[in-house]
């Protein structure tokens, strides 16, 4: 079973047992899952693929800093700003981050906010958010 196992390094007890049956090597599939185990031949488990449910629920909106909404907009920046541009000193990158922050926050529309800009969705939905603002605020150090 050692030597079959090793050769067929994906098939587990069931396989490997049906083999040895039809070699006429073993009878019975409790013997050779017994010996399966008492080998330590068990299969690495691959990543189940997580498979997207048939009800569609509406995820709530971000509730506060550390959630998923946030993953959207890092990798918006990686690719936008940080993988585009050389950063010399930590003012060049700082002035940089900020030109990118003004024209994210200005220039750049969102297909999540209907295709507006954040700052033209602040000032058409003031009244719904009076605690704080839409924007990207960068807040930096210093130091």
Request: charged share 30%; with cysteine; hydrophobic share 30%.
């Amino acid at each position: 079973m050692l030597g079959l196992a090793n050769d067929r390094r994906r098939f587990g007890s069931p396989r490997l047992h049906e083999i040895l049956r039809r070699e006429g090597l073993v009878q019975n599939h409790k013997r050779t899952e017994r010996i399966y185990q008492e080998e330590n031949l068990s299969l690495r488990t691959r990543k189940r693929v997580k498979r997207p449910s048939h009800a569609r629920i509406v995820q709530a909106g971000p509730a506060g800093p550390d959630n998923g909404h946030i993953e959207s907009f890092n990798g918006k920046f990686r690719d936008e700003c940080l993988n585009q541009n050389v950063f010399l000193s930590l003012h060049d990158a700082r002035r940089t981050v900020e030109a990118w922050r003004q024209d994210y926050n200005q220039q750049r529309p969102h297909s999540s906010l209907g295709w507006l800009t954040p700052e033209e969705f602040r000032e058409k939905n003031i009244t719904c958010n009076p605690v704080g603002t839409t924007n990207l605020q960068v807040v930096c150090a210093v130091g």
